[in-house]
């Protein structure tokens, strides 16, 4: 079998799969059996469709959002956080949904590598505030930050009037989690 044949098959093999993952289980009877196979690969790709909660009868009922924390030998911390789509604009949000969607997968408690990579790329890359040579980083924090949305009703409504904006602003999140920390080699 050519090079290009295998390219082909795995094409073929990957779409098909997709498509699977994206109808809903209730299609086809024994499709959450073949659904929970099929799936586990394609999260690992980052492209997993999902069940479509997000959307009715019953949508996720949570916003989150990542905080790296590096701290470096002199005491200083150095912060990223994930982007806030509210302060983006209408074409970069389409531009750059990927990065909301890899956002989302390292959030996972079950993403071990990801959250390595991550804590990796921050030590080398982020600086504390200041001038002056840059500090040694001697480890980094992963944190998810999660706020619960309200179901419609007089909570909502409650809510909406105290903060003036659904999810509030991020630094009222109640919910927060360390999800990795490692220490500088």
């Known amino acids: 079998m050519t090079a290009q044949r295998l390219r082909d098959l795995a094409l073929a093999v990957l779409i098909g799969a997709s498509v699977v993952d994206a109808l809903p289980n209730w299609i086809l009877p024994g499709l959450d059996r073949v659904d929970a196979v099929v799936s586990r690969p394609l999260r690992a790709m980052g492209i997993w469709q999902g ?26 911390n150095a912060t990223w956080t994930t982007w806030d789509w509210r302060e983006r604009g209408f074409y970069e949000r389409i531009a750059r949904g990927h990065a909301v969607k890899w956002a989302e997968l390292v959030q996972r408690d079950n993403q071990k590598v990801l959250h390595r990579a991550l804590s990796r790329w921050a030590m080398r890359h982020l600086r504390p505030p200041g001038d002056g040579p840059r500090p040694r980083p001697v480890g980094v924090q992963i944190v998810r930050h999660r706020w619960p949305i309200p179901r419609p009703g007089p909570r909502k409504a409650a809510m909406w009037r105290a903060y003036g904006t659904l999810p509030p602003p991020r630094d009222t999140y109640r919910g927060m989690k360390v999800i990795h920390e490692q220490e500088a080699r």
């Open 51 to 76: 069940n479509y909660r997000l959307f009715a009868p019953d949508p996720d009922r949570v916003n989150s959002w990542l905080e790296v924390v590096v701290m470096f030998d002199d005491g200083r």
